[in-house]
């Protein structure tokens, strides 16, 4: 079974191996930071882009996005999984909100085909194996009910970081956040949303704001 505990494990395995101390978390990443600094005291500094988090305040649109997700891969329909996926963040301006499903999902399965056919190098993957591992995107949030609870303790700085065109359910667990942390920093980073970090988004924002929190420390990872 995928446990959410078996993953801070390992980032803490990478901790203690490089005397870090600072660590960045984005979506399910930023839920398994999160679980990490409630188990290992000794981090300093966690910063978290808009994690997922399953509340009562989140939980209908969450779940819904999973369950369409899950129906797609049942079918091998990997374009329609990465388009439920995607459209579960519902970033403002997104292509995919724009086109009906019968337009975008087979320009995916396309797209993802001729990619399968790629000869690819080291360490790089092909687009279905990617949209296929999105489940355990899913199952690190279907674990994260009650985190905020069991984080109450933390003592590590913390940095909440949010897109200004990411959808109100991404924004709801950072509200609680900062309810539970009142002198952790918010940051909302204009014009970009749940993607900002990534190449396709605007990564110097984010990359600007981690300098700033993590600046004169030991490295993040």
Same mark, same amino acid.
């Given at each position: 079974?995928?446990?959410?505990?078996?993953?801070?494990?390992?980032?803490?395995?990478?901790?203690?191996?490089?005397?870090?101390?600072?660590?960045?978390?984005?979506?399910?990443?930023?839920?398994?930071?999160?679980?990490?600094?409630?188990?290992?005291?000794?981090?300093?500094?966690?910063?978290?882009?808009?994690?997922? +988090?399953?509340?009562?305040?989140?939980?209908?649109?969450?779940?819904?996005?999973?369950?369409?997700?899950?129906?797609?891969?049942?079918?091998?329909?990997?374009?329609?999984?990465?388009?439920?996926?995607?459209?579960?963040?519902?970033? $403002?301006?997104? +292509?995919?909100?724009?086109?009906?499903?019968?337009?975008?999902?087979?320009?995916?399965?396309?797209?993802?085909?001729?990619?399968? $056919?790629?000869?690819?190098?080291?360490?790089?993957?092909?687009?279905?194996?990617?949209?296929?591992?999105?489940?355990?995107?899913?199952?690190?949030?279907?674990?994260?009910?009650?985190?905020?609870?069991?984080?109450?303790?933390?003592?590590?700085?913390?940095?909440?970081?949010?897109?200004?065109?990411?959808?109100?359910?991404?924004?709801?667990?950072?509200?609680?956040?900062?309810?539970?942390?009142?002198?952790?920093?918010?940051?909302?980073?204009?014009?970009?949303?749940?993607?900002?970090?990534?190449?396709?988004? $605007?990564?110097?924002?984010?990359?600007?704001?981690?300098?700033?929190?993590?600046?004169?420390?030991? $490295?993040?990872?």
């Amino acid at each position: 079974m995928y446990l959410i505990d078996a993953e801070s494990e390992d980032i803490q395995a990478i901790l203690n191996q490089t005397n870090t101390r600072y660590v960045f978390g984005l979506s399910s990443g930023a839920i398994i930071a999160l679980q990490t600094a409630i188990l290992y005291p000794a981090l300093q500094k966690i910063a978290l882009f808009e994690p997922p +988090l399953l509340m009562d305040s989140t939980e209908e649109h969450l779940t819904r996005t999973i369950i369409n997700y899950e129906r797609a891969i049942a079918k091998q329909d990997y374009g329609n999984a990465f388009i439920s996926f995607l459209k579960g963040t519902d970033d $403002k301006g997104s +292509l995919m909100k724009s086109f009906p499903a019968f337009v975008t999902t087979p320009m995916m399965n396309i797209a993802i085909n001729t990619d399968a $056919k790629k000869k690819f190098a080291n360490g790089k993957t092909d687009f279905k194996s990617l949209i296929i591992a999105a489940k355990y995107d899913n199952r690190v949030a279907l674990q994260s009910q009650g985190i905020i609870n069991k984080a109450q303790n933390i003592t590590a700085d913390m940095l909440l970081l949010e897109g200004e065109n990411s959808h109100p359910f991404l924004k709801k667990p950072l509200d609680k956040l900062s309810a539970t942390f009142p002198n952790a920093q918010r940051i909302l980073l204009s014009n970009v949303g749940h993607i900002a970090a990534d190449n396709s988004g $605007k990564p110097e924002l984010v990359a600007n704001e981690l300098t700033t929190f993590f600046k004169g420390g030991e $490295k993040s990872i």
